[in-house]
């Protein structure tokens, strides 16, 4: 039998009360060591809600340092070629609130911003945000409302970063699984070709 958790008290009186500490340690200003968090992060992941309450997470993924401090309570995050859904952004258009984890590849902690977004098409700090001689066509940016180093635990139960754990073939190749779940008319020479060598020169186009 399915037992659900249907009110907040249920729910704390199942997993007990945070810790004082734990409760507490949201912050809304940027302090020098987010700055330098940030300034080290190649990665992280946008979370997003629609008006009608549907969610979406997009992968951000830049040379460290991507992630544009533009003063102690604002972010912006460019924006990179890539499948033009723009589920987020449109997301964003309907409901300002996100949320962002920021990742540092072999660091078990992360650092967590909530906030409040807007899209901007182009502002004079576009210019530091280019990569390769590529200017971002839009940002996100954040006005920062918590912000927080979140634990190590689910690294470390999952041993993301262990290599010896790393299984990058278990499933199969990029293209064999769009041409299997997405792209059945689309052949497979032609979907390895696009997939291959070429396609990480062209990440910026």
Not at 32 to 51: H, I, K, V
Not at 89 to 112: A, E, K, S, W
């Amino acid at each position: 039998m399915t037992v659900e958790i249907t009110s907040h008290e249920e729910l704390r009186d199942l997993l007990g009360e945070p810790t004082a500490r734990a409760a507490n340690k949201d912050r809304r200003r940027l302090h020098e060591r987010d700055r330098e968090w940030l300034g080290a992060s190649p990665f992280c992941l946008l979370a997003t809600a629609g008006a009608d309450g549907s969610c979406d997470v997009s992968p951000k993924g830049d040379p460290a340092g991507f992630a544009l401090v533009l003063d102690d309570t604002t972010i912006a995050v460019p924006e990179r070629p890539g499948n033009r859904r723009a589920d987020g952004y449109r997301n964003i258009l309907d409901n300002p609130h996100v949320g962002m984890l920021f990742l540092i590849p072999g660091r078990t902690d992360t650092l967590r911003i909530n906030g409040r977004a807007r899209l901007v098409r182009d502002a004079p700090w576009f210019d530091d945000m280019m990569v390769k001689g590529h200017r971002p066509v839009l940002a996100v940016v954040v006005e920062i409302e918590q912000i927080f180093y979140h634990c190590a635990k689910a690294f470390l139960r999952s041993a993301l970063w262990q290599p010896e754990t790393w299984q990058p073939d278990v499933l199969p190749s990029r293209a064999r699984l769009i041409k299997e779940v997405e792209a059945p008319m689309v052949s497979l020479q032609d979907l390895e070709r696009h997939y291959g060598p070429e396609y990480a020169k062209n990440i910026y186009t």
